[in-house]
């Protein structure tokens, strides 16, 4: 069994200021998914599935697509704002999407094997493709994993991040989540912002998710009852609402309706958040290259 790779690249980049999904930081153009796809590829993962917006096809068609023809089988499946259960209708001033949650429920007619997903702006390293999929080839129904990074090794020096929390136990299993926003350096801590606006410590080697997920097929039919039957009935009228991945994994954990691996990696993680990171990631990548971890030229 080969599990997929589910990618989640609907985001339109608001802070970024444009499809960064599509920016090249390659030296022969690669974007930071064609480097996730070169290391999934050679972890042994067998297809590829992009969580996309319609109004973006021609152009990821065009961009992305053409250079994976004949390597590895992929299709796109697309996250919009009305792509909700029966009896649900977004209201007027929504213009987000509804989340990461949102994003993999599109994937349910496109993935039918075991997958692990991630973002399309983040690059993880290759360790985090093969922890994952050796976790997911041998993974029973209701058995998860996520690849865990230090907290300090995942910000951006150019504004808050959002990033997922974890507490996990000595066994090694996710205890619990908690999706904190407005994540910053504050001199020499890191601090963020809690629901009263007042602002608190995490440590430096806080363990966090940075959305890579080793997930099952059943995962799809539990995460959607929850977004039925509990997220939209409580936000739906909520403009800024989102339904996300670590508030699923959370629920599933705390009903004992879920076991989820913390795999930790010295994969180094960089993304571009923010248009000032893409200057650091082109450095990053350049490193990375002369070490002989990437050629050149990933795909010809």
């Known amino acids: 069994m080969k599990p997929t790779l589910l990618i989640m690249a609907a985001g339109m980049g608001s802070r970024y200021g444009g499809l960064k999904q599509l920016d090249p930081i390659g030296p022969s153009g690669e974007t930071i998914m064609d480097y996730s796809v070169y290391d999934a590829i050679k972890a042994g993962f067998g297809k590829i599935v992009f969580v996309i917006r319609k109004s973006f096809e021609a152009d990821f068609h065009d961009k992305v697509l053409r250079k994976y023809q004949g390597r590895i089988e992929t ?5 919009s704002l009305d792509a909700l259960p029966d009896g649900f209708a977004a209201p007027a001033n929504r213009e987000k999407p509804w989340g990461t949650g949102h994003a993999v429920l599109m994937g349910k007619d496109a993935v039918n094997e075991p997958f692990l997903v991630i973002n399309a702006d983040d690059f993880y390293g290759f360790d985090t493709f093969r922890l994952g999929a050796e976790f997911l080839r041998a993974a029973k129904e209701g058995e ?15 504004g808050a991040v959002s990033r997922g929390i974890c507490e996990v136990g000595d066994d090694g299993y996710l205890k619990k989540v908690i999706e904190r926003k407005e994540i910053r350096r ?17 440590r430096e080697d806080a363990v966090v998710s940075m959305n ?12 959607f009852d929850y977004f039925k039957n509990v997220f939209l009935p409580r936000g739906i009228d909520d403009s800024k609402s989102e339904f996300f991945i670590p508030s699923m994994i959370d629920y599933l954990i705390g009903n004992n309706l879920a076991k989820v ?3 930790g990696t010295n994969a180094e993680w960089f993304g571009v958040t923010y248009k000032e990171d893409k200057d650091k990631a082109v450095a990053k990548m350049a490193e990375l290259i002369s070490a002989g971890a990437y050629p050149g030229k990933l795909f010809d």
């Open 75 to 79: 299709s796109v499946v697309f996250q």
């Open 144 to 158: 998860y994993c996520m690849i865990g990074f230090k907290i300090g090794n995942t910000l951006s020096e150019a």
């Open 186 to 202: 504050d001199g020499g801590a890191i601090v963020f912002k809690d629901e009263s606006g007042a602002l608190q410590h995490i």
């Open 212 to 223: 890579a997920w080793g997930l099952g097929r059943d995962y799809f039919d539990r995460s």
């Open 261 to 263: 691996k913390c795999l």
